[in-house]
């Protein structure tokens, strides 16, 4: 079980703002970490970490790593991380970047042979693709069977194909290690197909926590799908409004009433559902 109780104050996108968090985790839990640029993901994945301090408790299976009184270094918590910035050591071939953190030729084999990079063992970093550097990176922070992984959007730079072969390599690894993963994602499929447990975050707050489903599957009563996103335009056809809404990569256009129209007027995130045949479109207020 991880336990997490800390604060720290952080200058945000929009100025000054208090990371303020309280949360558990089971052990062996796959957790995404979602929210807005600026919400405070990535400081509390570095403080989970060891690598910036915060005020509070991080304690995990009975073992404080933080407190009043202590504070374990990153070095000593055993954490596995990968992050957008590969920071391989390009002077190195593959195996030798996984062999400097454990000299565990056995365990480096068969991270390989997971990750199907045994053929290019040899390599040098700089002669690879993104996905398979991204590959080498996650062999690298396996290398001391951590007890906690955490991932900063580790597959945000890579094309959908990447993405998807790279996400059954990580639930692969996940499973057989029998670690706690943290992975920080604004992708809501990747989210759905690799989490057990989301923790949402804004303006250094948590405003929800629960399973994908429970997060992001909003339906209720007759409705037969519900989903957020961005509203981008109105426009009129004819006798008729069409609004234009932004969900991830995809763009979805709803045939609105010129009363839904003036209603949406300045909204900016937006609710579709649909009862029966009949969608309806709502402006989100925060």
Known sequence: MLKVDIKKELLGANGDMSLDVSFCIKERSFVA????????????????????KASGKIEIDGVVWQDSKRFVSAQKRGIGF?????????????????????????????LLNITNLTALKERSPKT????????VAL???MMNRPKLLLMDEPLSALDLSMREKLQLEILTMHKEFGMTTIMVSHDIGEIYKMSDYVIVLKHGKIVKKGSVKELFLQTSGSQKFSFEGELLDIFK???????????GQQLTQVVISKMEADELKG?????????AFAPVIQKITS
């Not at 990968?82 to 068969?110: G, P, R």
């Open 128 to 135: 690879l693709s993104g996905g398979q550097k991204q590959r």
């Open 82 to 110: 990968v992050f957008q910035d590969y920071a391989l050591f390009e002077n190195m071939s593959i195996f030798e970047n996984l062999l400097f953190v454990n000299n565990d030729k056995k365990l480096a084999e068969h």
């Open 139 to 141: 062999c690298r922070a």
């Open 237 to 247: 056809v004819d006798a008729i409004y069409v609004a234009v809404v932004g969900v």
């Open 267 to 275: 909204a900016k995130r937006v609710r579709v559902s649909t009862k």
């Open 33 to 52: 970490l979602f929210g807005e640029s600026g919400s405070g993901k990535t400081t509390l994945l570095r403080i989970l970490g060891g690598l910036q």
